[in-house]
């Protein structure tokens, strides 16, 4: 019922951008919410940002000034503009969804396969 695919993860030297996106499919009723996490190794996983069904959008302190969140609702696709990357950045990424779906209107959420960010110093 509910699927996302990610794309954009790279390579990149430190200062330079990447765009990371993000697709929804499904039997999707309404989307309530989508964004961006993050997990480095041996660290906990993230929010670094998310936007809600009312376009409110959150940033992590880390990434505020760097990053933009944006979405495409007819594609229900959200993108990561990152600029100025850090080193730091180096994580996988995963993309988030939070859904209803179905006939019986079923809240839910799913998690993408994870994409590598690594910035290189």
């Known amino acids: 019922q509910l699927q996302l695919v990610e794309s954009g993860g790279g390579l990149v030297q430190a200062g330079g951008s990447l765009r990371l996106s993000c697709t929804a499919s499904g039997r999707i009723f309404r989307l309530n919410a989508m964004g961006w996490y993050r997990q480095a190794p041996g660290k906990q996983r993230e929010l670094v940002a998310s936007?809600?069904?009312?376009?409110?959008?959150n940033y992590a302190d880390s990434v505020k000034g760097r990053f933009t969140l944006s979405r495409d609702n007819a594609k229900n696709t959200v993108y990561l503009q990152m600029n100025s990357l850090k080193p730091e950045d180096t994580a996988v990424y995963y993309c988030?969804?939070?859904?209803?779906?179905?006939?019986?209107?079923?809240?839910?959420?799913?998690w993408g396969q994870g994409t590598q960010v690594t910035v290189s110093s």
């Open positions: 936007i809600t069904r009312d376009g409110s959008i």
């Open positions: 988030n969804a939070a859904v209803v779906v179905g006939l019986l209107l079923e809240r839910t959420d799913a």
